[in-house]
């Protein structure tokens, strides 16, 4: 089984892949490995070139005090408001937007659907801002989140002054798909929300009081619900059916748990050279992450003694030596990580199911085949 690394206790491991996508290519006669990823590489660095300079235009159109702090939340700018080399993401959102426009409609489609990828990557910081308030992080893209600068109101605002543009996007686009991309993409914010609020409350609730399925449903509106709606974006501008357009959605939603699953299984064991946060943060912090509601609704002895750490805030100035550490055994001893990993295969196995309906050429395919099998090998 194909393998990303990560670290743990101060030792390189092996993390099992979910190789579905890969997989998907050999059987098309394409194969797996470096090339998937170039290919990967390719699409990311080509849909930041089409896309960042409609995206930099809209964050610029904001009055002054939203346009500074949007500036600086995508890397554009220094805090002091100097410019900056910038760094704003990997772009897995619009690429996917962009991806899917082509398979369907080729690469006329692509060109018209760079506004509606535009239009979702300024959602997506939206969300960032305001969970960054939220989980009160402090990090982000290895530098001082939005509101760790300047102050919660500026972060909230900002955020919100970025679903407007990603809505004022589309209404302003005469392409004529834009008012049903404008009518998905809202009906898509209210489902973040709602994921989020649900996110929330599990995280007021006893160890113990938490469900796998609740849990599972909650990363699909979180993380899934965005990446299918991207997907399903490109459809929609690509002038799909209204079964392909249902069709890349499911797809997307799947690789999204997979991508939600993998990012949980990073945020307990990630190597922070790459994540750019501490080791263990989510532990620290206590989240109900996968691979944690898995250990611990798993009826193992590593369960009770992880609801037993959990129970209890982590406090760096009162934490006993290794505590971090125990607890990522205690998730790993109990189940959490190896079911993690496996749910994701699955995930991905569903994705290209979804996909195949839509696209049952695998070279037509290609590019959202190549994203998939890119978020699966994620190592931050």
């Known amino acids: 089984m194909a393998e ?3 670290e743990t206790e101060g030792r390189s491991t092996a993390v099992p892949r979910p190789g579905t996508a890969g997989e998907a290519r050999k059987r098309a006669g394409g194969g797996a490995g470096p090339a998937d990823a170039q290919e990967a590489a390719a699409l990311l660095e080509r849909t930041r070139a089409l896309v960042d300079p409609e995206l930099r235009a809209a ?25 900056a080399a910038g760094n704003a993401g990997k772009a897995i959102r619009p690429a996917l937007v962009l991806a899917a426009a082509a ?19 300024l959602v997506h910081n939206f969300t960032l801002l305001h969970d960054d308030v939220m989980d009160r992080d402090t990090t982000r893209r290895h530098r001082p989140t939005a509101w760790a600068v300047f102050g919660d109101a500026g972060a909230i605002l900002a955020g919100d002054a970025l679903q407007a543009l990603a809505l004022r996007l589309l209404a302003e686009d005469p392409h004529p798909a834009s008012v049903p991309a404008a009518a998905r993409l809202a009906a898509c ?30 990363a699909e509106a979180k993380t899934g619900a965005l990446l299918g709606c991207a997907c399903a974006l490109g459809a929609l501008y690509a002038g799909a059916r209204e079964e392909d357009v249902a069709a890349l959605d499911g797809f997307g939603r799947q690789a ?15 190597d922070p050279r790459h994540t750019g946060k501490p080791a263990g943060a989510d532990l620290a912090a206590r989240k109900k992450s996968l691979p944690v509601v898995a250990a611990l609704t798993s009826g193992t002895p590593a369960a009770a003694e992880l609801a037993a750490l959990y129970a209890r805030p982590y406090r760096v100035e009162e934490a006993e030596p290794g505590e971090i550490a125990r607890t990522a055994l205690a998730v790993e001893r109990a189940g959490g990580r190896d079911w993690a990993q496996a749910e994701a295969a699955d995930r991905m196995a569903r994705a290209m199911q979804e996909l195949a309906r839509a ?18 090998r994620r190592t931050s």
């Open 4 to 6: 990303f690394m990560t």
């Open 59 to 83: 964050v610029e159109s904001l009055p002054g005090a939203m346009r500074r702090i949007g500036l600086y939340h995508f890397g554009w700018q220094h805090a002091d408001g100097s410019p």
């Open 103 to 121: 398979a369907l409609g080729g690469p006329a489609a692509r060109t018209a659907a760079v506004r509606a990828a535009a239009a979702v990557e």
């Open 189 to 218: 914010v209210v489902e973040l929300c709602e994921g989020q609020h649900a996110d929330s409350d599990l995280e007021q609730r006893a160890p113990d009081a938490v469900g796998l399925d609740e849990v599972l449903a909650m």
């Open 256 to 270: 999204g748990l997979a991508f939600q699953l993998i990012d949980d299984v990073i945020g307990i064991w990630g």
């Open 359 to 376: 696209v049952p050429d695998p070279e037509a395919a290609g590019g959202l085949l190549a994203l998939a099998e890119f978020v699966t």
